[in-house]
């Protein structure tokens, strides 16, 4: 009698199955793909340490004396000013709204011209190369061209803002029709709808709460990016602070960093509480 056979308590050892044993198998392949990729990387950043200059990181310890001063008056900000400071960022947060606003307007049929299960091909292909354009060229270059275009002030960040941002919203909404479910459309389509009225009760429906939330997640992102457009000109608080900063009044410099930072979290969480209530 074996020992398996005198002690039925002893189990006998559990068979793997080949599914398991497969599954547990060692995946060569997709380490060399990891690897390989981080290798990429890797030549990546040690092709560029020189050109972008990394290997100047020395200076922030070796002007430590220059360091010392600017962190200094940084934390001794100066709110004497602080009544021009709030007054340029509510215009900072008009001018975001406007571009917030006009972009979503124009958005809305770009956004639809540019889906492939709503326009034919031969729409949406030149709408989306027009939008990849507004798209890929930053605020602050539109900012440029508009104050040399309509002169200095808040609207030439109006259409700075506007412009950039409709390449980024139509993306964003043509995605999200790309993304509905067909089946209400094609019932309303049933009935002998105009394509018209195919967009309005089934499609836009679904989509609207998408497209809320990504309009006040771009509205927030604008405030930010409109911050910096008075640098050029373009109205906001970005002036207030490019001109502190090139007189050397970093104290004041930093009343103005700690007015942005205040107001765009405010912003940050009334919107991320409307966001929580429409999706």
Same mark, same amino acid.
């Given at each position: 009698? %074996?020992?398996a056979?005198?002690? *039925?308590?002893?189990?006998?050892?559990?068979?793997?199955?080949?599914e398991v044993?497969e599954?547990?198998r060692p995946?060569?392949?997709?380490?060399?793909?990891?690897?390989? $990729?981080a290798?990429v990387? +890797?030549?990546?950043? =040690?092709?560029?340490?020189?050109?972008?200059?990394?290997?100047?990181?020395?200076?922030?310890?070796?002007d430590? /004396?220059?360091?010392? $001063?600017?962190? @200094? /008056?940084?934390?001794?900000? /100066?709110?004497t000013?602080?009544?021009?400071?709030v007054?340029?960022m509510v215009? %900072?947060?008009?001018?975001a709204?406007?571009? %917030?606003?006009?972009?979503i307007?124009? =958005?809305? *049929?770009?956004?639809?011209?540019?889906?492939?299960? #709503?326009?034919?091909?031969?729409?949406?292909?030149?709408?989306?190369?027009?939008?990849?354009?507004?798209?890929a060229?930053?605020e602050? !270059?539109?900012?440029?061209?508009f $104050?040399?275009?309509v002169?200095?002030?808040?609207?030439?960040?109006v259409?700075?803002l506007?412009?950039?941002?409709?390449?980024?919203?139509?993306k964003?909404?043509?995605?999200a029709?790309?993304? #509905?479910?067909p089946?209400p459309?094609?019932?309303i389509? +049933? %009935? @002998? +709808?105009?394509?018209?009225?195919?967009v309005i009760?089934?499609v836009?429906?679904? &989509?609207?709460?998408?497209?809320?939330?990504?309009?006040l997640?771009?509205?927030?992102?604008?405030?930010?990016s409109?911050t910096?457009?008075?640098i !050029?000109?373009? =109205?906001g608080?970005?002036?207030?602070?490019?001109?502190?900063?090139?007189a050397?009044q970093?104290d004041?410099a930093a009343?103005? #960093?700690i $007015? !942005?930072?205040? &107001? !765009?979290? #405010?912003i940050?969480?009334l919107?991320?509480?409307l966001?929580?209530r429409?999706?």
């Open positions: 009698m %074996t020992l056979n005198a002690n *039925p308590t002893i189990a006998k050892p559990m068979e793997i199955s080949p044993r599954a547990l995946r060569w392949s997709g380490f060399l793909n990891k690897a390989g $990729v290798l990387i +890797a030549v990546l950043l =040690g092709l560029s340490y020189y050109p972008a200059e990394v290997d100047r990181w020395t200076y922030l310890i070796t430590a /004396d220059n360091m010392a $001063v600017f962190i @200094g /008056d940084f934390l001794s900000p /100066d709110f000013d602080l009544e021009l400071f007054l340029k215009e %900072t947060v008009q001018i709204l406007w571009g %917030t606003f006009l972009s307007v124009v =958005g809305v *049929p770009c956004g639809l011209l540019s889906s492939n299960n #709503i326009a034919p091909v031969w729409i949406v292909q030149p709408m989306r190369r027009l939008m990849d354009a507004a798209r060229i930053n602050l !270059v539109f900012a440029i061209l $104050v040399a275009a002169g200095l002030g808040p609207f030439a960040g259409m700075a506007f412009i950039h941002n409709l390449g980024v919203i139509s964003l909404f043509s995605e029709v790309e993304a #509905i479910d089946r459309v094609e019932g389509r +049933a %009935t @002998g +709808a105009s394509r018209l009225q195919q009760y089934g836009i429906p679904q &989509v609207m709460p998408l497209w809320s939330s990504f309009s997640y771009r509205f927030e992102t604008l405030v930010r409109a910096v457009l008075g !050029v000109g373009a =109205g608080i970005g002036f207030t602070f490019y001109e502190s900063f090139r050397f970093y004041r009343a103005v #960093i $007015v !942005v930072v205040v &107001v !765009v979290s #405010i940050d969480i919107s991320s509480q966001r929580k429409l999706i």
